[in-house]
């Protein structure tokens, strides 16, 4: 069973910065298309970073420039550096696998708790 475990976010003030990390059992983050994703409160779930298979990356207009995606293999975590938060940054961020390329998670593995990001101004 494949499970992902969201860690780092926190209560942070406008212009900080966090590392979020993702745990993956069951499934290894190496050689795979994943992505982080957002949910602010009240709006749906969207795509805020992704990397391919070969590790090169894509981001969103709100997000690239501040948004580090990155993966350590020896450890079977994806990351997420965000620089310069500010409160539209505030939501739940989750790791899925993606259609390369895309923000399509992989319907066949389940989303996990995500961690918390709130941003104050």
């Known amino acids: 069973q494949v499970t992902f475990v969201e860690s780092g976010g926190g209560s942070v003030q406008a212009g900080g910065s966090l590392r979020l990390s993702c745990a993956a059992s069951?499934?290894?983050?190496?050689?795979?298309?994943m992505a982080w994703f957002r949910q602010a409160p009240g709006k749906a779930r969207e795509g805020a970073a992704g990397?391919?298979?070969?590790?090169?990356?894509y981001y969103t207009t709100s997000t690239r420039g501040r948004f580090r995606i990155s993966r350590d293999n020896a450890a079977n975590t994806l990351n997420l550096v965000i620089d310069s938060l500010n409160p539209g940054d505030t939501g739940v961020y989750h790791c899925m696998e993606v259609r390369c390329g895309t923000w399509i998670p992989d319907r066949r593995v389940s989303w996990g708790q995500g961690t918390q990001v709130a941003v104050s101004s």
């Open positions: 990397i391919f298979e070969d590790d090169s990356v």
């Open positions: 069951g499934y290894t983050v190496s050689g795979k298309c």
